[in-house]
């Protein structure tokens, strides 16, 4: 049950190479900073502010927390959440609702901005608020359980879901009344879902607000419970403190997306590739090892198809092979078209949720760019393997020189010939089977240690000028 996850039937919404995969590394985490901090303060009259939206995640469930621990460090009158989520899975909504339910400070819900949503698990924690209020054109509801993959669960594990939520929901409802109960409960039955003014004139909500100063103003006086103490909202004109995420925060929530999964995933990849064959800097090992972990933190806080990462794994393979033993690039056609493919099973598998897809486009992107880097590379090995040496013996073969003298017979028997020949910038002893003169052009045909074999080099007869009268 701990990968078990809400339905939404809503429409949905060598170096340089590793110098380059460190850059998109740090470009992926710059992105993810929050704009700005801000300043603790204690006071009277004051609300925190927090802003959560995405899927329901645990980084989500700890800036709550910290939230929460905040507010009641600061005697604030009450903490406004912000809320805009597609949903997310059950433990974790779980451990929101308790620390909600705990909580010595008044928490307010507010679903905005307009075209806003709290479906799925979203809807729960709205419900658990001590009071909630709704942005006009926003959605609440539509919270059907499905297992960890995205698929339906079996019957008898779905109905004891089914009635374990409707239970959960009708003790967090019940002080509202029978019409604000029935309608919680079909979110969970029928995954219904209704808009703010619907929810508002049921009683499941307390306000519509048209932002967060009208939504405080609107729930001044209001008599809420918390903690089994009744206490009444003081928060009309108040002054409202934002408590937004740390940088740290960002990133792990931002991880919940199934794109930037994609791509840490191909980083780390090709990262540890390269680091396997030019081992000895280690800046692309650790880049790999970096982008792999966080890219499986992020797998396990969404939905996810791991026939799909098995897929992943052999279009690397192939990409390995590839690189390997280069041919023509089928290889690493096949692994880009097996990447495709691995993408798409891995988040779109039937039935999960829209948060948890990744688009037809984005996959294409994701592969074609992994696919390109390895053909990049087969390229590049290809053309080390064609190209002509240009050191040791077999970058000496056929080498032009010139005689620096008169070459001299040696020694007795077969004929021998040696003298000095400047070949690349230096003088070398040579030897060759026949006579060459001073300045003649002569070709390495061998080596023995540091003695060259040499030949004269063959020329082409010049014509002959000629003359008119």
């Given amino acids: ?99 909600f339910r705990n909580a010595q400070v008044p928490i307010i819900v507010y679903i905005a901005p307009a075209g806003a949503q709290a479906a799925s698990a979203g809807s729960i924690i709205t419900l658990a608020a001590h ?23 079996e019957e008898t594990l779905y109905r004891k879901l089914v009635e374990d939520l409707k239970a959960q929901v009708r003790g967090l409802v019940s002080r509202r009344g029978a019409a604000p109960v029935a309608l919680a409960e079909a979110m969970i039955e029928d995954a219904r879902a209704v808009s703010a003014e619907e929810a508002l004139a049921v009683g499941l909500i307390d306000a519509v607000a048209v932002s967060s100063p009208d939504l405080l103003n609107q729930l001044d006086g209001l008599e809420v419970t918390v903690a089994g103490q009744p206490r009444t909202l003081h928060t009309a004109n108040a002054q409202q403190q934002p408590l937004n995420m740390s940088w740290v925060e960002v990133v792990l929530h931002a991880l919940a997306n199934p794109l930037l999964i994609s791509l840490l995933l191909t980083i780390g990849v090709q990262a540890i590739l390269i680091e396997l064959s030019s081992p000895g800097g280690y800046v692309a090992g650790l880049i790999g090892v970096l982008s792999l972990g966080l890219a499986f933190y992020g797998l396990g806080q969404l939905p996810t198809n791991w026939f799909g990462l098995g897929l992943i794994f052999v279009a690397f393979v192939l990409f390995i092979f590839e690189v390997k ?81 008169a070459f001299v017979l040696a020694g007795e028997g077969p004929l021998v010939y040696s003298g000095n020949v400047l070949v690349m910038g230096e003088i070398w002893q040579a030897q060759a089977t026949e006579p060459i003169a001073q300045g003649d052009e002569i070709s390495v045909t061998g080596i023995d240690g540091m003695v060259l074999f040499v030949e004269k080099a063959s ?11």
């Fill in 1 to 99: 049950m701990n990968d078990l996850r809400f339905r939404q039937r809503l429409p949905g919404r060598g170096r340089i190479p590793a110098l380059w995969l460190g850059l998109a590394l740090l470009l992926l985490l710059l992105l993810a900073f929050p704009a700005g901090a801000q300043e603790s303060t204690t006071g009277t009259n004051q609300v925190l502010v927090l802003q959560a939206d995405g899927p329901v995640t645990p980084t989500m469930a700890s800036y709550f927390n910290r939230g929460i621990n905040a507010g009641q460090a600061q005697q604030a009158n009450a903490i406004l959440i912000i809320l805009d989520t597609p949903g997310g899975g059950i433990d974790t909504t779980q451990e929101i609702v308790q620390s």
């Fill in 131 to 153: 009071a909630a209020g709704m942005a006009p054109e926003t959605v609440i509801g539509a919270a059907s359980p499905v297992d960890g993959s995205g698929a339906d669960i």
């Fill in 325 to 405: 033993s280069p041919g023509l690039g089928g290889l690493a056609v096949a692994g880009t078209l097996t990447l495709l493919a691995g993408l798409l099973v891995l988040f779109n598998s039937p039935g999960t949720p829209s948060f948890a897809r990744i688009s037809l486009l984005g996959a294409i992107i994701v592969a074609a760019m992994s696919g390109g880097l390895f053909l990049f590379v087969v390229a590049k090995v290809t053309s080390a393997q064609r190209r002509r040496p240009i050191t040791g013996r077999e970058g000496m073969m056929g080498q032009p020189g010139r005689a620096r003298k």
């Fill in 459 to 469: 020329t082409q007869p010049q014509p002959q000028e000629t003359h008119a009268i």
